[in-house]
């Protein structure tokens, strides 16, 4: 099982049970803030950080689609994929569409920054 699914499991778990439900979203935010205080790039970041990236190497802007979603309306998990150039270069889940983007932005810029 990848550590994505997992995570996904663990996350679905603490929305069912309401008592876990703030405790849970806590951890988990601040394990996001805290990589991205470690990478250098400040909350809600990721989009802009990858938009320079693939404009200083003369690429068309990032597009992002979402490209599924389920459960509930108020428990929905948002599957969302980064495109440049039409080519994908990394899909997130995420609670909502920006949090999914900005996973798959950073997720993007990890893939962009080793393979260059």
């Known amino acids: ?6 995570r996904i499991g663990y996350w679905l778990r603490g929305r069912r ?4 439900l703030d405790e849970e979203l806590q951890f ?9 205080r470690r990478d250098g790039v400040s909350a809600q970041d ?3 950080a990858l938009q320079e990236l693939v404009q200083g ?6 597009e ?3 490209v ?10 948002f599957d969302v994929e980064v495109l440049v150039a039409g080519e994908p270069l990394a899909r997130a ?15 993007a810029l990890g893939r962009l920054t080793t393979d260059h």
């Not at 190497?57 to 990032?62: A, C, F, K, V």
């Open 93 to 107: 889940t995420g609670p909502s569409k920006k949090e999914a983007e900005q996973e798959a932005a950073r997720l």
């Open 17 to 20: 049970a309401a008592d876990e």
């Open 57 to 62: 190497r003369n690429r068309p802007l990032p």
């Open 1 to 6: 099982m990848t550590p994505l699914l997992r």
């Open 68 to 77: 599924g979603a389920i459960g509930p309306d108020h428990q929905k998990l």
């Open 28 to 36: 988990h935010r601040e394990m996001v803030e805290q990589d991205m």
């Open 64 to 66: 992002y689609r979402v």
């Open 46 to 48: 990721y989009k802009s």
